[in-house]
């Protein structure tokens, strides 16, 4: 969806819905569930390094998701998708969270080889991924990065959004 959301009595959200409440069918309401979410990824004690996840990056993600992060496409569609640039997952999306994405990365990635990778360099790569631009988050304030970023992404895990790396402040999007 990058930042568009479908229409809220449209087709999309009743299809979705109606899935979601199949999905739940006998569920217990008020606890989590066995199996929900990914476990927890232990930051490495001297935190991340985005030249070593730069090099995990190289040697493990690229084949699939390209050197530039630009993803892989079959016709128009994106069989690995982009990790970064103009058609990724937007600011706003969970995925930005470094701690999130070293969970799903030490869980899943590389392709088949899931649990292959160490805490530190699923860290690592998940922080270099995070170190480039993407699109805007959708409920940008004002125009401000700084405003969006106290607002939403202060207390949201580690992150990068609205922090100057390599000279740049992440998060105008693109």
């Not at 999309?12 to 409440?21: D, H, P």
């Not at 990824?41 to 690229?62: F, N, S, T």
């Not at 699923?122 to 631009?133: D, K, L, P, R, Y």
């Amino acid at each position: 969806m990058n930042g568009k959301a479908p229409e809220a009595d449209g087709p999309v959200i009743a299809a979705l819905s109606a899935y979601s409440y199949w999905l739940a069918t006998g569920a217990p309401t008020g606890q989590e569930l066995p199996g929900r979410a990914y476990p927890e990824v232990p930051k490495p004690e001297g935190g991340y390094d985005l030249a070593k996840g730069e090099k995990v990056y190289a040697a493990q993600c690229a084949v699939c998701h390209g050197q530039n992060g630009e993803g892989q496409k079959s016709g128009d569609d994106y069989v690995f998708p982009p990790l970064w640039g103009a058609d990724s997952f937007n600011w706003g999306a969970g995925m930005h969270r470094i701690n999130t994405a070293a969970a799903f990365i030490k869980e899943n990635m590389p392709l088949g080889k899931g649990g292959s990778l160490s805490d530190e360099d699923a860290w690592h790569v998940a922080a270099f991924m995070n170190s480039h631009e993407r699109p805007q988050d959708p409920r940008l304030i004002d125009g401000s990065v700084e405003k969006t970023r106290d607002k939403y992404h202060a207390n949201d895990g580690v992150n990068l959004y609205g922090e100057i790396v390599n000279g740049t402040m992440l998060g105008k999007g693109l």
